[in-house]
């Protein structure tokens, strides 16, 4: 059975582009509109890697991710971070919160392959 | 003031005394004396025009003083009118981003439907070629006509290969411009934040 991810974008666009990347690999999506749209998805739904943004409304990345790792069944699920900031200060307060990973946009659709596969391989392993 | 150079003039017509004066020790006394006296005029004189220039500057400050509730008046007024135009300016700020979503939205949309289909079909003539080149292959040991024919579809196999992996190269292209949007709108919102910051400020201004 495929690997679902679920990405989560304010950006209608942005989901497209990703969703559209990760479908060309064989993998099953989700979508979200921000931090509060992907807890409710994710209650409904086994999800096997999360792709986010940062700066969202309602929810924004950092506060899903902590809600997220709060969680029993999502404890140790992997969270790339997709964004646009690159300064350290929020790298690390991403790690902080439990990212996994960290890309910066724009993305290329290799680079993001790279990073899915390898968090797909360590969840086989 | 004017009695002041009067005064220095008549030292100065005394200092011209004592050349008429005998002997020449009286008469450079004299003229030592009428310079001295000309010297300390000009002294009191310079004093007297340093100390007018603070009345002056003191005149020139009541009357700013006295200007001030007028220029901070025209200064609010002209500001009242400029913010009025701050929520119209982060207003056309978000319709420019919600046109530029839409717009790249359609563009993402007809280019995912583009590159599906120009991969699949690149795929199935892929696959179709592969499989007669392995037909020819397969019955050539004994027709040379045959293998003419299978080096053929081998040769046009790697074309196709090519253009696969030329097609892959601009599609990741395409899908890096495509986020170009999503990174300005994001750097336009902050803009439009601190719009809207700046004109809290100004409305806290009384």
Redesign the interface.
């Given at each position: 059975m495929a690997k679902t991810f679920l990405i989560v974008?304010d950006?209608?666009?942005?989901r497209?582009?990703v969703a559209?990347?990760i479908q060309d690999a064989g993998y099953d999506v989700l979508l979200a509109e921000n931090g509060k749209d992907a807890l409710e998805k994710m209650s409904h739904a086994k999800v096997d890697m999360v792709i986010t943004d940062l700066?969202m409304p309602e929810m924004d990345g950092i506060t899903f991710i902590r809600e997220l790792r709060g969680k029993a069944d999502y404890k140790f699920i992997p969270v790339v971070m997709l964004t646009?900031e690159s300064q350290e200060a929020k790298k690390q307060e991403g790690r902080a919160a439990g990212a996994s990973g960290w890309i910066v946009?724009?993305?290329?659709?290799?680079q993001l392959m790279d990073v899915v596969k390898k968090f797909v391989k360590e969840r086989v392993q | 003031m004017n009695n002041s150079l009067g005064k220095i003039i008549v030292s100065l017509g005394l200092a011209g005394i004592p050349i008429l004066l005998e002997p020449l020790s009286l008469r450079i006394a004299s003229f030592a004396l009428c310079a001295g006296i000309a010297s300390l005029l000009l002294v009191q004189r310079e004093a007297q025009r340093l100390s007018a220039q603070p009345s002056q500057t003191d005149a020139a400050v009541s009357q700013e003083r006295s200007d001030g509730p007028e220029i901070i008046h025209a200064l609010r007024d002209r500001l009242t009118t400029r913010k009025e135009l701050l929520p119209d300016l982060a207003d056309q700020l978000r319709a420019v981003v919600r046109q530029t979503?839409h717009a790249?939205?359609e563009i993402?949309?007809k280019f995912?439907n583009i590159?599906g289909r120009a991969r699949g079909q690149l795929q199935v003539t892929t696959d179709i070629i592969g499989s007669m080149a392995q037909d020819q292959q397969t019955a050539s040991n004994l027709d040379v006509d045959r293998t003419a024919k299978a080096e053929k579809l081998v040769t046009k196999l790697k074309g196709l290969s090519a253009e696969t992996d030329m097609l892959s190269r601009d599609?990741?292209g395409i899908?890096?411009?495509?986020?170009?949007?999503?990174?300005t709108?994001?750097?336009i919102?902050k803009v439009i934040g601190q719009i809207s910051q700046f004109q809290g400020e100004l409305n806290d201004v009384k």
């Open positions: 974008d950006s209608a666009s942005m497209q582009l559209f990347t700066n646009t946009k724009p993305f290329s659709p290799s | 979503e790249v939205l993402s949309e995912m590159a599609i990741n899908i890096m411009s495509l986020q170009f949007q999503d990174i709108r994001q750097e919102e």
